[in-house]
């Protein structure tokens, strides 16, 4: 069954990394592996780390304030502030109303969605839903970002390899009713909560020095477990969702998954019948960035002119919890073609 264009979609968009990058020399000898070992099983080559006195909510105002610019709109006139993220600045307040703060949107309902990786997509149909009840020429700003380099155990050779700190941004509003958002799908499974998480910190296992001394604050994740959810969902998320719009694989313009490990996407993509010209993979060159995957690489594609007028544009994602999902869009131009985060860091 087809559906069709809701006349929400994306207008602007916007991506921060952090200026400092830690390269597989950097991060091997601590691992214990090789340089050869990360590239050869993950094909990340290197991620961004905050400085010691960033925290997420710095990271994500940053995207923010571009996406704004991208969009041309002023923060006072945005009315939902959405933040997908696992790595809060404290555990309360939302970490979503510090960025209300330092962007000055106001106006603004701030809050928090913890999907892990999942973040952004979840926040797209909550932004989505809000504004589809809201009078024509309301916006809403739906975010991703983490801060992982603080939680990583740096001998843990599973999570240390992997993982990096990013924020992107998205600014939601109406577009032509040709164009915008074609489908949503979100899904979750607590019953493999335990696969990938932050043991202590919580009310479950408050901070002690118990805690600290076994390693509770820093992430945990079943390698082989993932992957097996990874190379399960990634299939699914995509047929479901050219099913539900009436579309084939061939139709997909662009695809833009969360990027957990860049071989397994590659390899994931071709077995789905994903041409890699149609696959925008980041993750090589700024590692997992869990909720600000899909918002930076989407932001860098559109930068690179890889994403044009009524194309289809899938973002599949899945991540901790477990949860997983899918956002199709018939595509709108962003009001001002947004910088790629890389392209300024990089030169």
Excluded at 223 to 233: L, W, Y
Excluded at 271 to 277: K, W
């Amino acid at each position: 069954m087809s559906v069709l264009p809701s006349g929400i979609g994306i207008l602007g968009l916007g991506a921060y990394l952090p200026e400092t990058v830690r390269t597989n020399e950097e991060i091997a000898p601590a691992a214990g592996v090789t340089v050869e070992w990360i590239e050869q099983r993950t094909g990340v080559m290197q991620r961004r780390v905050a400085e010691r006195d960033q925290a997420t909510s710095d990271l994500a105002a940053e995207a923010a304030s571009r996406a704004l610019t991208s969009a041309g709109i002023d923060a006072s006139r945005i009315g939902m502030l959405v933040l997908g993220t696992s790595t809060l600045d404290e555990l309360g307040p939302a970490t979503a109303c510090r960025v209300q703060h330092r962007i000055g949107a106001a106006g603004a309902v701030a809050f928090d969605v913890n999907a892990a990786c999942s973040g952004f997509v979840f926040g797209l149909r909550i932004a989505h839903d809000w504004l589809a009840h809201q009078p024509r020429g309301q916006y809403a700003l739906v975010v991703g970002a983490e801060l992982y380099s603080t939680f990583l155990d740096s001998s843990d050779r599973g999570t240390a390899v992997l993982f990096g700190d990013g924020a992107g941004a998205a600014v939601v509003g109406p577009v032509s009713p040709e164009r915008g958002v074609l489908h949503t799908s979100l899904g979750s499974d607590g019953g493999q909560a335990d696969q990938v998480l932050i043991p202590g910190g919580g009310s479950r296992i408050p901070a002690s020095r118990e805690s600290l001394s076994a390693g509770k604050h820093t992430i945990f994740m079943n390698g082989r477990s993932v992957r097996d959810f990874i190379t399960e969902m990634f299939p699914r998320v995509v047929d479901e969702a050219c099913t539900a719009a009436g579309i084939g694989i061939a139709d997909l313009d662009v695809v833009v998954p969360h990027q957990p490990n860049p071989l397994l996407l590659r390899s994931l993509s071709e077995r789905t019948g994903l041409p890699e010209e149609k696959t925008v993979i980041l993750g090589d060159r700024v590692g997992n960035v869990g909720a600000a995957s899909i918002p930076v690489a989407l932001t860098h594609a559109v930068a690179r002119g890889r994403v044009s007028d009524g194309d289809h544009v899938l973002l599949p994602t899945f991540g901790a919890g477990v949860t997983w999902g899918s956002c199709l869009l018939r595509w709108s131009p962003t009001t001002h073609r947004p910088l790629s985060a890389l392209d300024e860091t990089e030169g």
